[in-house]
């Protein structure tokens, strides 16, 4: 058997890109779901899932489905941005899921002992 050196340039590294893996409303709605869960009280893990999302799911279609425009769409999910809520829900039921509370898991297992 003959080695096999494999050098830098043979190979071709690609970033990954989450929107590339979810491939159905569930996995979406998972994903979504986990941000919102993770989020550090500034949002901005939260509107990053929603931009990968809205990557799976068409970006102008959404757009017009959540009755904002494209440019408005991509401005409230950049880096940094401050949606407000109301533009948050559209968004998320154009994409067709639902915003839900659900206990911590923290403060559920305080309130059991």
């Known amino acids: 058997m003959t080695d096999v050196r494999i050098t830098d340039a043979d190979l071709t590294l690609r970033p990954w890109d989450t929107a590339c893996a979810l491939r159905s409303p569930v996995e979406c709605a998972a994903y979504l779901a986990l941000a919102m869960q993770r989020d550090d009280g500034d949002g901005a893990a939260t509107l990053a899932a929603l931009e990968t999302v809205l990557r ?9 489905a959540a009755g904002l425009h494209r440019s408005t769409l991509y401005r409230a999910l950049q880096p940094g941005a ?9 968004i998320v039921r154009a ?5 839900s509370a659900a206990p911590r898991a923290i403060e559920t297992e305080q309130h059991a002992a």
């Open 82 to 90: 401050k949606p407000s809520y109301s533009t948050v829900l559209r």
């Open 56 to 64: 799976v799911k068409a970006m102008t279609e959404r757009a017009s």
């Open 95 to 99: 994409l067709g899921l639902d915003l």
